[in-house]
T-cell receptor, first 116, second 113 residues
Framework: AQSVTQLDSQVPVFEEAPVELRCNYS??????LFWYVQYPNQGLQLLLK??????LVKGINGFEAEFNKSQTSFHLRKPSVHISDTAEYFC??????????????FGSGTQLTVLP | EAQVTQNPRYLITVTGKKLTVTCSQN?????MSWYRQDPGLGLRQIYYSMNVEVTDKGDVPEGYKVSRKEKRNFPLILESPSPNQTSLYFC????????????FGPGTRLTVL
């Protein structure tokens, strides 16, 4: 079984400042990792994912994340945030083994609030 | 346009009154699932389906039922709702391939009084 810990429930940041949202996971098997974003009153939208290959993954809206296997982390970063980035962000993990059902396990979410 | 639709979007009901939340997708995806979202807990999986007539329990299945009689539809049934099932519910779909992108519906906000 996998688990995900998002270390910060709320992250306030000023517009145009950099931001990092932290995510750590626990798993005894290989994993796939994801970041989803939820804008107010909407469903979840995929930001980026790591399946294999390069550990630095680039996603939509200027976000990127780095998979660090030794630290079991998958932190999300953006060099300069905009007001429109205000949303809740969820880190998720699934079993990466061939033939697995690949159920997603989500973290508890981080509310990013960008201040003017 | 690729879509996952849920109905109703909002529902207020009373304890014990059976209800069904529908989920439909037009992407021909094999995999469908239901999640509930509660503050501070993130999303937790209720049930999932790998294909027609194949369903299995997720992490929090108690009090819920599902069926998958056709590929595009995956209804969530609450036979006797209770206040602790007040939550925001999401349906999601995914292909069986390795792309692993789940597509989420817009959500159904359920209040059980």
């Amino acid at each position: 079984a996998q688990s995900v810990t998002q270390l910060d429930s709320q992250v306030p940041v000023f517009e145009e400042a950099p931001v990092e949202l932290r995510c750590n996971y626990s798993s005894s098997v290989s994993v796939y990792l994801f970041w989803y974003v939820q804008y107010p009153n909407q469903g979840l939208q995929l930001l980026l994912k790591y399946l294999s290959g390069s550990t630095l993954v680039k996603g939509i809206n200027g976000f990127e994340a780095e998979f660090n296997k030794s630290q079991t982390s998958f932190h999300l970063r953006k060099p300069s945030v905009h007001i429109s980035d205000t949303a809740e962000y969820f880190c998720a993990v699934s079993d990466g083994r061939r033939g697995s059902a690949r159920q997603l396990t989500f973290g508890s979410g981080t509310q990013l609030t960008v201040l003017p | 346009e690729a879509q996952v639709t849920q109905n109703p979007r909002y529902l207020i009901t009373v304890t014990g009154k059976k209800l069904t939340v529908t989920c439909s997708q037009n992407m021909n995806h094999e995999y469908m699932s239901w999640y509930r979202q509660d503050p501070g807990l993130g999303l937790r999986q209720i049930y999932y389906s790998m294909n027609v007539e194949v369903t299995d329990k997720g992490d929090v299945p108690e009090g819920y039922k599902v069926s998958r009689k056709e590929k595009r539809n995956f209804p969530l049934i609450l036979e006797s709702p209770s206040p602790n099932q007040t939550s925001l519910y999401f349906c999601a779909t995914r292909t069986s391939g390795v792309t692993d992108t789940q597509y989420f519906g817009p959500g159904t906000r359920l209040t059980v009084l």
